[in-house]
């Protein structure tokens, strides 16, 4: 099992500490998330399954592949991912050529977590149709895979159309592994046809069992990674449970307070043998 660590329940000021203590330590990836802007009208700000906001409007907000370029020289070993990224948010040669970047200045440790979303208020703001925002985001996927390895490329589409470019530097990695967020149905078709792994919200080993196994049944037999966010994990007999599941990374957040956060991540490592 590989275990990620999530920077977005803690301070920002710890983001480097937690970083490179958990390179040191071993974890196998850093996860950061992503919004690009809050809009102060909390009406659009509920969270699907709840009747509260879901966002604080003045929440310090920062450009996750920028953010996640400057730990790569902090760090040598540990993964750099997103969890998730609004990819469609943008135009795919902005988070195409970022997430590119981040995977040459790191030597090849760039995960590229992507999610059509949930908060309308970023999308309202940015002038981009929130309605069409899964359509949107497969797109913007396959447009993607080509500009990451094709020598040229044209395109034609519902949301995007561009003359033939070229887009150099490939990334490192080939490919750089995209990881489908959500759970929505749409969203798991996504991840099992288009990206290379599944990234999931906060589960528990029941919680996650339906989505695990209507994930299996999407799936067309190529190499595919899950990766479930397991802020609930107590004990390391737990790991196996996940691994017959088929979860390959698990993200956990040993801690409770900012302040503990590195000397958890010491204790966890310790115990789960990472």
Known sequence: ????????????????????????LGFESLWMPEHL???????????????????????????????????????STIRLGTAVHLYALRHPFVSARAFATLDIVSGGRALCGVGAGWYPGEWIAAGVDFATRGPRLDEAIEVTRRLWS?????????????????????????????????????????????????????????SARPQLERLAKLRDGRPFSVTVHAYGLTEPEEVAEWAAMGVDRLIVRPWTRTRDAVDRLTAFAAAYGV
């Open 1 to 24: 099992m590989r275990f990620g660590v999530p920077l977005g329940l803690i301070h920002p000021a710890a983001w480097k500490d937690v970083a490179v203590a958990a390179d040191e």
């Open 37 to 75: 802007v809050f809009a102060t009208d909390l009406s659009l700000a509920r969270y699907p399954g709840s009747s509260t906001p879901g966002i604080t409007p003045h929440t310090p907000l920062f450009d996750a592949p920028a953010y996640l370029c400057w730990l790569a020289g902090l760090t």
């Open 150 to 206: 094709e020598e040229t490329v044209a395109h034609s589409g519902r949301f995007f159309t561009f003359p033939e470019v070229a887009f150099e530097p490939k990334p490192i990695q080939r490919p750089l592994p995209i990881l489908g967020g959500g759970e929505s149905a749409a969203a798991l078709r996504r991840a099992a046809t288009l990206c290379d792994g599944w990234i999931s919200m906060p589960h528990t080993l029941e």
